[in-house]
Structure formats: C-alpha cells, structure tokens
C-alpha cells in the first residue's frame, strides 16, 4: 500500500493522518501536544508506523503552529497554514462548501468558500471564549467529562441566556445562573448558544455566511456546539466523520500535490524519528528588525533555521553551519 502522511501540530494537540492515493482515509491519530511538539509527532509517527506495517509512504505534508519545526523533522514536501489545510480538507470531503467553521483548542476560524478559492476568512483575536480549551475548562469546573458536554447540553429543556462576550464574564455569569439553581443541562446549552454568538459577532462579523457549512476541529465532536450553530444559521452544519484530523487530512492532500508535480519526496523516512533535537532561539542584530531566530538542530547538526524577514538564516544546515563560517550578511544592513 502506498500512502501520503498529514501531519497537524497545535498547541493543544498534535494529529496524523494517513492517506491513500486516491484520496480515502486509512488511519488517523489525535494525540496531546502537552507543550513538547517534537515529541509528540515522534510518539504519533511511531504508533502509525507500527499500524501501517510495510505500507510505502510516498509524501508528508506539515500545518498547524509547529508545521515549519516538525517539516524540518520529517522531512515535508508540503508545509502550509492552518487556513489553507482545512479549506483543503473541507473541499474534499464535501466539494461544494461554502462556509467552514473551525474551532480548536486555542484558536477558531472562519473560512469562506466561493466555487472551489478560498475568498475570506478570520481568526478569533482578542478572546478565548468558545475555543476547546475554555470549553475544558468549564467541564472540569463542573465535574463533567468533555466528551459527554454535548451531549447532556441536548438534553436542556430550557437553555439559560449566557454573556458570552468575554471568557471572564461567561464563567461568572455560568456561576451565577449555577447559584440561582438552573440544571446543569440547562447552563451547558446556554453556554454553547453564548459561544456560538461570541464566535459569529466576533470571528463572523461581516462574513456572509452560508451552507453548505462544514463544522471541523476538536469541538465539533460537541453536539450542543453543532446544535447552537444550527438554530443561530437556520441551515445544517456538516460534522465530516474525521473532523478532529481535517488539518491533517489536508496536509496530506496537499504533500500529494507537491509531489506529483517534482517527482520525488523529501520524506527522510521513520529513521529520523530516532535523533535527539533540541531547539534554541537568538536576536538577530543585523538590523534594526531584531528578529528572533529559531534554530533546530538533530544529533548536535544544524537541521535548520527560521523566524527571520529578509531569509539570511534560513538555510539549511548543508549550505551553512554557523561554527564554519559565521554571521552571515544581512539583506538589510
């Protein structure tokens, strides 16, 4: 068998999936982050190794906030944003969408699509409120499992109304409506018809929105979230059978693109899995930009730079090791 590898690292989670050539799902793996990235694809990549057995991989593709740190470690032939990678993915699960919806630990999205081009999207800024990780929150506040959150919200027989403008005011409010005496049911749907409302005021705000619409990300295995989304666009939200994976999906997708059109994969195989990487960052004082550079290095080798504007130091480490040759010159000085 003959696959192509996606892999999507968050801050919250890291998640691969495995594709075959024609595009179906083979596997997928949804993993925690736990704040040491490069493990966490090193752990995942393992188990999906030991699951594929001898299936051949033709390419591997990297998205999410570490997709330049892991495609340095893997090896990618395809490194693209989070935006790109879910429209990717979206459009190959249901071709004609016109609105994805996405919601993940620290971070949501709104992407709108016009006849196959990404025309619009945004990102949540200046607020928490309806991310996975505040929805953790209050389910463990409350002593509730996440995973059955959604569904004990269905069973609300009278959703309570729920400020959900700002996390700090939602939380209090949630105390108070607890206070007062409203079933929890109750509390847990107001809160997701709260953040549904933060998240099209706010991430929504002058989107035309319109279905079909797909629902993706880690929160979309909540059902009250998908059920609140629902009654606010009066239409059906699509939840797509790997939604937790979808950047990952489209990571893949985009590798077999890349590759069919070079010819070969710069996949360094599952052998690179095995060095010890440390990573390190310094101010670059070429000029007046200070930018922070990233440095990763495998076995004690320089695998490579980034972080910096004019590109001075991102090389590789087979066109340049800093101990040789130095500082090298800056565009801008």
């Avoid at 991989?57 to 032939?77: C, E, F, I, K, Q």
């Avoid at 409203?182 to 319109?210: E, F, M, P």
């Avoid at 990952?248 to 069919?260: K, M, T």
């Avoid at 899995?273 to 076995?299: H, M, P």
Wanted: aromatic share 6%; with cysteine; hydrophobic share 40%.
């Amino acid at each position: 068998m003959q696959v192509y590898l996606g892999i999507d690292v968050g801050s919250v989670s890291t998640n691969v999936a495995v594709l075959r050539q024609e595009g179906s799902v083979v596997d997928s793996l949804y993993i925690r982050t736990r704040g040491k990235p490069i493990e966490a694809v090193q752990t995942g990549l393992r188990e999906i190794k030991q699951r594929l057995g001898d299936a051949e991989v033709l390419g591997v593709g990297t998205t999410g906030s570490g997709r330049y740190l892991t495609g340095m470690v893997v090896g990618a032939d395809s490194i693209k944003n989070e935006i790109t990678a879910h429209a990717i993915a979206a459009m190959h699960i249901v071709p004609d969408v016109r609105t994805v919806l996405e919601i993940g630990g620290q971070d949501s999205k709104l992407i709108i699509i016009r006849n196959g081009i990404v025309t619009d999207f945004a990102m949540n800024t200046v607020c928490a409120a309806g991310t996975g990780s505040f929805l953790d929150q209050q389910a463990s506040r409350l002593n509730i499992p996440i995973s059955q959150f959604g569904e004990l919200a269905l069973t609300a027989t009278a959703p309570v109304r729920i400020a959900g403008r700002c996390a700090v005011f939602a939380e209090s409010d949630m105390i108070h409506k607890q206070q007062t005496g409203h079933a929890i049911s109750d509390i847990l749907q107001g809160l997701c018809q709260a953040l549904v409302r933060n998240y099209l005021s706010n991430v929504g705000k002058g989107k035309q929105v319109t279905g079909p619409v797909v629902f993706q990300g880690g929160v979309a295995a909540n059902k009250g979230m998908q059920r609140a989304f629902e009654d606010a666009l009066q239409c059906p939200v699509v939840v797509p059978p790997y939604y937790n994976v979808m950047g990952a999906i489209g990571a893949a997708l985009a590798a077999r693109e890349e590759v069919a059109g070079k010819g070969v994969s710069a996949f360094k195989g599952f052998t690179a899995l095995e060095a010890a990487y440390t990573t390190r960052s310094f101010e670059c004082s070429g000029c007046a930009n200070l930018c922070e550079v990233i440095e990763l290095k495998a076995d004690e080798a320089i695998l490579g730079r980034w972080g910096d504007r004019c590109g001075k130091w991102t090389q590789s480490a087979l066109e340049r090791t800093a101990a040789e040759e130095g500082e090298p010159a800056c565009v801008f000085a």
